[in-house]
């Protein structure tokens, strides 16, 4: 399986079953990611207390996967973000999954 199939096996992990502040932290974490970070080692460690089904998906994978698989994460998380108003109810999943779905192709 692709580090992309994983990501969208992945998804319900990130969303909806964290907190939008939650969702914030994980693109803060993703943003400050050290280009030289080892596997996304530091990330998987970072992002276990909330989500440890993504931090163990890093955790397995290596090289340029690692890089795609938490690239499409960072893009999902954004995505989330960007549908989900803060007055508003958060976003339908199976629309997130399929706009995300949809951005892969």
Do not use: C
Not at 20 to 30: H, N
Not at 31 to 60: C, F, H, L, W, Y
Not at 74 to 84: E, T
Not at 96 to 105: G, H, P
Request: hydrophobic fraction near 45%; proline fraction near 8%; charge should be negative.
């Amino acid at each position: 399986m692709s580090a992309k199939h994983d990501a969208f096996d992945d998804l319900p992990h990130l969303y909806p079953a964290l907190t939008r502040s939650q969702i914030e932290w994980v693109v803060t974490l993703l943003d400050e990611r050290p280009g030289t970070d080892s596997g996304g080692m530091s990330v998987a460690a970072a992002i276990k207390p909330i989500a440890p089904a993504i931090a163990e998906r890093v955790q397995s994978l290596s090289g340029g996967a690692v890089d795609e698989y938490l690239r499409i994460v960072k893009g999902a998380a954004v995505y989330v973000l960007a549908s989900w108003k803060a007055v508003a109810a958060p976003p339908d999943p199976d629309n997130v999954y399929q706009a995300v779905r949809n951005i892969e192709r």
